[in-house]
């Protein structure tokens, strides 16, 4: 059973960078596509960014230009580079398969932008 585990959220200032990594638990995670998707309080889950098995990419508006997506099928992991943040980034950031799978969701990591 694939198991996916999101880390390195934290507290970061406005206009600081942060790097989430997603690590996948079998081998099989060069054959999908992966998405990292984030849910802030009150507010339904949103995708983010995907990245395809040949590493393909495509951002949400509200991130282009300020985040990367990346992935190294060697490690079955996959990353998320944060730049600029803004306080309305604050959220929890998953990853999981694109499209997402229901079983495959994990408890995330807590992203919070503030002074």
């Known amino acids: 059973q694939v198991q996916l585990v999101e880390s390195g959220g934290g507290l970061v200032q406005p206009g600081g960078s942060l790097s989430l990594s997603c690590a996948a638990s079998?081998?099989?995670?060069?054959?999908?596509?992966m998405g990292w998707y984030r849910q802030a309080p009150g507010k339904q889950r949103e995708l983010v960014a995907t990245?395809?098995?040949?590493?393909?990419?495509n951002y949400a508006d509200s991130v282009r230009g300020r985040f990367t997506i990346s992935r190294d099928n060697a490690k079955n992991t996959a990353y998320l580079q944060m730049n600029s943040l803004k306080p309305e980034d604050t959220a929890v950031y998953y990853c999981?398969?694109?499209?997402?799978?229901?079983?495959?969701w994990g408890q995330g990591t807590q992203v919070t932008v503030s002074s």
């Open positions: 999981n398969v694109h499209p997402p799978l229901s079983r495959y």
């Open positions: 079998v081998g099989i995670f060069s054959r999908y596509a």
């Open positions: 990245i395809s098995s040949g590493s393909s990419t």
